[in-house]
Structures are given as C-alpha cells and as structure tokens.
C-alpha cells in the first residue's frame, strides 16, 4: 500500500486549500480512507473519514469548511479545505485500512503534507 500526499502550503486565514491522496497497491474501494492532522506539541486527531460507501464523518471543529471526497477513477482521496483558520496548522496525513479498524489505529499512512494558515 502505497499513499502520497500533495497540496499542502501556506495561506492566510480565511482561503482554502485542496489536499490529495494518491492511493495505489491495494483495492481502493473497498477500504475505508481518512485525513488526520498533528500540529506541534497535539497529539494527531482525525479530521474526515469516507467509508467504502461513501458515508462522510467529520471532527466538529471542521464540519461546514471542509469536504472529504473519492475519484474512483484516478484512485484518489481528497480534503477541499475552505475557510481555513491559524487553528487549522498542522502536518495533514493521509491513512487507509479496513472500516472495522478505528481510525487512529490505521496501519497504512502517508508521509504528510503541511498546511500552514497565517493570520
């Protein structure tokens, strides 16, 4: 299994970001995926989830601003972040493995993308 994350950067307070997942070496679509996050000194908390139905959770911190979404076709997970806030700073990874496993406890990561958001 193989994840590679891109679309991190640098933005002030209010613009967006669209973050992306490559995903390859295993059946897509039949796996759970999710964004996660950890900023310096936190712990790493999970921000969106997509089961392999398409049902979306999200933590409340980022519900209204951010929108998980699949392209089945390329393989693909994405997080379109809008409305992004100084709060919202941290190293964005990407993680799969089945839906009865939870979250944090994926055993397919990505390396992370930053997303630094300046007031």
């Known amino acids: 299994v193989q994840l590679v994350e891109s679309g991190g950067g640098s933005v002030q307070a209010g613009g967006s970001l669209r973050l992306s997942c490559a995903a390859s070496?295993?059946?897509?679509?039949?796996?759970?995926m999710g964004w996660f996050r950890q900023a310096p000194g936190k712990e790493r908390e999970g921000v969106a989830t997509i089961d392999s139905d398409g049902s979306t959770t999200y933590t409340d911190s980022v519900k209204g601003r951010f929108t998980i979404s699949k392209d089945y076709a390329k393989n693909t997970l994405y997080l379109q972040m809008n409305s992004l806030q100084p709060e919202d700073t941290a190293m964005y990874y990407c993680?799969?493995?089945?839906?009865?496993?939870?979250?944090?406890?994926?055993?397919?990561w990505g390396q992370g993308t930053q997303v630094t958001v300046s007031s």
């Open positions: 070496g295993y059946t897509y679509s039949t796996y759970c």
């Open positions: 993680a799969t493995d089945w839906c009865d496993v939870a979250p944090l406890l994926w055993s397919f």
